[in-house]
């Protein structure tokens, strides 16, 4: 298994741009996960689905940003107008959400607005 | 106020020698998570503890779950260069989903 695939892994924008990042977890996991980093707040989670449904978007920061799964092996996090602030690694996870089972991170877009 | 606080925040040390990063909170939880975190990576699972007082190895690292599960170590025993990381505890508040505490980044000087 490939494990889970993001793109792109380097984002540069001007501010007022809209960026879309894309994940693609590995097969048969059921839960999905967009996490943010920065060096201020650490992980943060953001919103994240299982099996393909919205759960809990409370960490998405504002409306600017929202995210779809449109199936079992895609999701997009989208953020429009991008600004500054959102400039960090924005991470995507996918578990089987059995028992105890830990997450797998993907390598991470790193944002930068400018 | 972070639900899981890990300390110390940084911690650099020569090879060879031993240290030991916490992960403390004032919640209870039915398992913690251990991952390391590379530069220009995604953290990896190392370690889920599941039962107070559990003590899992994984060659020269040692983990701890609290007798009351509300806390938890890492020992690192001779460490190496390559334990250079951020190493990152986790826990489920609730669900599926986990928090993580903001890490403690390791540097492991030859």
């Known amino acids: 298994d490939a494990g889970v695939i993001q793109s792109p892994r380097h984002e540069v924008t001007e501010m007022g741009q809209e960026v879309t990042l894309r994940c693609k977890p590995i097969?048969?996991?059921?839960?999905l996960f967009w996490y943010r980093q920065t060096m201020m707040r650490g992980l943060e989670l953001l919103i994240y689905?299982?099996?393909?449904?919205?759960?809990?978007d409370s960490g998405m920061p504002e409306d600017r940003f929202s995210a779809k799964m449109p199936n079992a092996s895609f999701s997009t996090l989208k953020i429009q107008p991008s600004e500054p602030r959102d400039s960090a690694v924005y991470f995507c996870?996918?578990?089987?959400?059995?028992?105890?089972?830990?997450?797998?991170f993907g390598s991470g877009t790193r944002l930068t607005v400018v | 106020t972070q639900l899981l606080e890990q300390s110390p925040q940084f911690l650099s040390i020569q090879e060879g020698e031993n240290l030991t990063v916490y992960c403390n909170s004032s919640s209870v939880f039915s398992s913690l998570q251990w991952y390391r975190q590379e530069p220009g990576e995604g953290p990896v699972l190392l370690v889920t503890?599941?039962?107070?007082?559990e003590v899992k190895k994984l060659k020269r690292l040692t983990f701890q779950f609290g007798d009351a599960r509300k806390d938890s170590s890492l020992h690192i025993t001779a460490a190496q260069p390559g334990d250079t990381g951020l190493y990152l505890c986790a826990a489920p508040p609730g669900g599926s989903r986990l928090t993580f505490g903001e890490g403690t980044q390791l540097t492991v000087n030859p």
């Open positions: 689905f299982n099996n393909n449904v919205p759960i809990d």
């Open positions: 996870a996918s578990s089987s959400g059995q028992g105890t089972g830990g997450y797998t």
């Open positions: 503890v599941v039962t107070g007082g």
């Open positions: 097969s048969g996991h059921n839960s």
